[in-house]
């Protein structure tokens, strides 16, 4: 069993927002695999199904905590501790805003850098799971970046995030397989983006 876990916060308020994009990540992969429906459990919606990899099919649950973004290790702890799982057993996709727009990056322990949701899952579990970090760029200014996170996507950032939403989900069992950085590189490949600044705003069509 797999956890993969995206997140972001609950409701249509936040549904387009840029800290949101665990969550369009992981519902990418739920669709594009042919997992169940959605139901409630560990204060968060989850799915179940399987994804083929060379080793053979493997269970995973796709969890999208709805306890808004400081919570969210409550919820990846409960649905850890009844499958009885490790650290290393549970992938977070999360924004990163210090990597360049559509960058993908996976990394396995460290700290949160700021970021709220990845704060609370380390508090919960400690720091040693999988992280699947994607790059939404940053404002330029750290005091502009809570309310850039908790901004909609532009329209000219749609295909991007699209391009990249879709590439997480096809490479999954790569990732499944724990076959991080292959997983990595497949994503980029699949979806290439830029390596930039991230602190570089994203250019408007024709600009």
């Given at each position: 069993?797999?956890?993969?876990?995206?997140?972001?916060?609950?409701?249509?308020?936040?549904?387009?927002?840029?800290?949101?994009?665990?969550?369009?990540?992981?519902?990418?992969?739920?669709?594009?695999?042919?997992?169940?429906?959605?139901?409630?459990?560990?204060?968060?919606l989850t799915r179940?199904?399987?994804?083929?990899?060379?080793?053979?099919?493997?269970?995973?649950l796709i969890l999208?905590?709805?306890?808004?973004?400081?919570?969210?290790?409550?919820?990846?702890?409960?649905?850890?501790?009844?499958?009885?799982?490790?650290?290393?057993?549970?992938?977070?996709?999360?924004?990163?805003?210090?990597?360049?727009?559509?960058?993908?990056?996976?990394?396995?322990?460290?700290?949160?850098?700021?970021?709220?949701?990845?704060?609370?899952?380390?508090?919960?579990?400690?720091?040693?799971?999988r992280r699947a970090?994607?790059?939404?760029?940053?404002?330029?200014?750290?005091?502009?970046?809570?309310?850039?996170?908790?901004?909609?996507?532009?329209?000219?950032?749609?295909?991007?995030?699209?391009?990249?939403?879709?590439?997480?989900?096809?490479?999954?069992?790569?990732?499944?397989?724990?076959?991080?950085?292959?997983?990595?590189?497949?994503?980029?490949?699949?979806?290439?983006?830029?390596?930039?600044?991230?602190?570089?705003?994203?250019?408007?069509?024709?600009?």
């Amino acid at each position: 069993m797999l956890i993969l876990a995206g997140l972001g916060n609950p409701g249509s308020k936040y549904q387009g927002n840029r800290h949101n994009i665990g969550f369009r990540a992981v519902d990418e992969i739920g669709d594009r695999h042919d997992f169940a429906a959605e139901r409630a459990r560990f204060l968060s919606l989850t799915r179940q199904g399987r994804i083929d990899t060379p080793q053979g099919p493997e269970n995973v649950l796709i969890l999208k905590p709805q306890t808004y973004m400081n919570e969210s290790g409550r919820a990846v702890h409960d649905a850890m501790h009844f499958f009885k799982l490790e650290p290393h057993q549970v992938v977070v996709f999360h924004d990163e805003l210090d990597l360049a727009p559509g960058r993908l990056r996976m990394k396995t322990g460290g700290g949160a850098a700021g970021h709220n949701g990845l704060r609370s899952i380390i508090d919960w579990i400690g720091p040693d799971f999988r992280r699947a970090r994607m790059g939404v760029g940053h404002p330029g200014d750290k005091e502009q970046v809570l309310g850039y996170v908790l901004a909609d996507f532009a329209k000219a950032e749609t295909p991007w995030v699209e391009a990249l939403c879709r590439a997480c989900a096809q490479a999954a069992p790569l990732l499944v397989a724990g076959e991080d950085e292959r997983y990595q590189a497949e994503v980029l490949r699949l979806a290439p983006a830029e390596k930039a600044d991230p602190r570089q705003p994203v250019k408007e069509p024709g600009e």
